[in-house]
Each structure stands twice: as C-alpha cells, then as structure tokens.
C-alpha cells in the first residue's frame, strides 16, 4: 500500500515537472451590460517591481455614451494599489476609453490622493499588445509595447508590504452600456 | 559541542512529548516557473505544524520573469490523519524579493516512508494560478 502511495508521487512528480511550465496565460474578463467590475473577480497581490501583461480588445470595446465629458471618463485596464495604501490614494494602473472613433490608452494614477492621467498611445482592435509598468523608488513607469516610456512620480509610501492587483474595471461614473470583453495575457 | 548537545537535549524532550522538529526541501512549479528551498517547522503533538520557509526562483526562458525569493512563516493545519497518511491545510505568508507581501493558501499531503523520512506533494494557489510542489522531510 505504502510504495503504491510512493510510486503515485513519484509518477505526479515526473508528471507535473517533467517540461518548463508555460508562463503565458489568457484570461477572458467580462464587463456585463450595466456593470462596473469585471469577472472573473481575483484577489491578489502584485509580485514583482515589474507587472507585465497583453491585452486584447475586440469590437466591444467601441461604445457611444453620448456626451464628451462621459465618454473621456478612463475605464480601467490592469494595475494595483501602491505600498498598503488604498488604490484611490496611491496607485498605478492602465486605463482605455473609446474616444475619437479610437481606442487610447492612458497612465491613470492615484499619488497621494491626486488623481493624475497621462495618455501614452492607441491601439489596434483585435490585436494583443503589451503592456508595462515599473515600479522604480521614486515613479511609476509605463511602457506600451516599444513606445516611449511614461513616467508618474509616485507618492509617499511605505517600502515593504501589500500591492493589491486592480483589475478591469468600466467607468467613472456610467457603467458599461453593453457586454465588454477584454483578454488578457498574464507574463507570471 | 555544548550547543549540539543542547540541540539534542531540545529534540529528545521534544520527541518524549510527541512533538517533533520537521527539516524539508520543496520543489515548487507556479505559472512563472520554477521555485526551490527549504522549510524547517515544528510539529505539534495534534500534528499541527507551524515554521519559516525560503524560496528561490529557478532561471526560466522567459523574458519577462525575473529571480525572485520568498520567505516567511508557514503555517499547517492537519484535515484528515491516519498513521502513515496526512493531508494539511496550508497558509504561507511572507516576503517576495522583500518587497511585496504574499498570502498563499493550499492543501498538501504527507506520507511516511519511514521512522525520520516523509513525502509531501501540494496544491496552491500562485499569482492567481494553481501551482504544484514536492516536499522531502526529514523527521528530526
């Protein structure tokens, strides 16, 4: 019984670590028709001074809200809250509106309470492209695919401790006005 | 020589109390790649487990990965036991790279495969993915 059990080990192991494990992952988030959160919903908490991901956005991602001031409200992409602070005090995230029949893509911070937006590029609609952000001692820093970085000065947190993941997110203020998909590629 | 006598005074009495001192090395596979360290814990009479654990990222091909290390406090509580078979609840909370606070929760199991010698295999959850991971322990 007892080299049974072994030998199920010995097989799971030779199983389970038998190739390199593939890092790229892809998750589907839904945004529902009326909805602010995606789903799946995850908790999590940021690893690495580096978060590293490619998103994909179909047709859903074009929507009309009618008026200027709604339609410029940033929706949000991926991020997470700086050093154990809330993510309305301290936080760094991508963000994306429809916009100019186009789809832009922003620096959206918290520093200190201030909210700051910085619009870093546009791109494609079914598509992946990447996207990065660094987090350095003093700024936040943006990457999308090869463009030029963009950098957000970062507020006064602590140095060691919880950076919990933001996931996608629609609004500001009007929730989505239809079914949103976006996809997105985990880089571990 | 005083301190090792020591050290086995402390083991001795602990194993006349049914308590024991747990040495492991752990091989685990997360979503980034591959982890290897080690685990020293103590082991309640009830089995419970509580310890400090070290993990070191294994170089991968990926470009995006970097070598990370985690440590901190690792934490077992025993679901179903029998003599020679376990399975544990396990919370590990720690430190990535010093930086980033980590809680990972999972489920292990334990065999024995003799008196001071026991194989683990288990389940977490890593960077919102499951991973999986081997544990040796030796029974001191």
């Known amino acids: 019984m007892k080299n049974k059990f072994v030998y199920l080990i010995l097989f799971a192991a030779a199983t389970l670590f038998s190739c390199e494990p593939e890092v790229s992952l892809v998750r589907t988030f839904h945004i529902e028709k009326g909805k602010h959160y995606s789903t799946t919903r995850l908790a999590e908490t940021l690893q690495d001074s580096k978060l590293v991901f490619e998103a994909k956005f179909d047709h859903t991602a074009k929507y009309d809200l009618g008026d200027p001031a709604s339609q410029s409200s940033k929706n949000k992409l991926l991020g997470f809250s700086d050093c154990n602070s809330l993510h309305h005090q301290n936080s760094a995230r991508f963000a994306w509106q429809w916009y100019n029949n186009r789809l832009e893509i922003y620096a959206y911070c918290y520093v200190n309470g201030e909210r700051v937006e910085n619009f870093i590029g546009v791109v494609n609609l079914n598509e992946f492209n990447t996207y990065e952000i660094t987090i350095t001692n003093t700024h936040y820093i943006f990457r999308l695919n090869d463009g030029p970085d963009v950098s957000v000065q970062r507020g006064d947190v602590c140095e060691m401790g919880a950076f919990y993941m933001l996931w996608p997110y629609f609004g500001g203020s009007i929730p989505a006005p239809h079914d949103i998909f976006i996809e997105i590629k985990s880089h571990g | ?140």
């Open chain 2, 1 to 140: 020589m005083k301190s090792l006598f020591s050290i086995g005074f402390v083991l001795l009495a602990l194993h006349g109390f049914g308590q024991r001192i747990i040495v492991s090395g752990i091989t685990e596979m997360t979503v980034a790649g591959y982890e290897v360290g080690g685990v020293i814990s103590y082991e309640s009479k009830g089995a419970w487990r509580t310890g400090a654990f070290y993990q070191q990222s294994l170089p991968t091909r990926s470009e995006f990965a970097n070598r990370n290390t985690f440590w901190g406090l690792i934490n077992s509580i025993p679901l179903v036991k029998t003599e020679k078979l376990k399975f544990y609840g396990v919370v590990r909370t720690g430190m990535v790279n010093q930086k980033f606070f980590v809680l990972t929760p999972g489920l292990e199991t334990d065999l024995s495969v003799g008196n001071n010698l026991s194989i683990g295999a288990g389940f977490s959850i890593r960077k919102t993915y499951p991973s999986a991971s081997l544990k040796i322990n030796f029974i001191l």
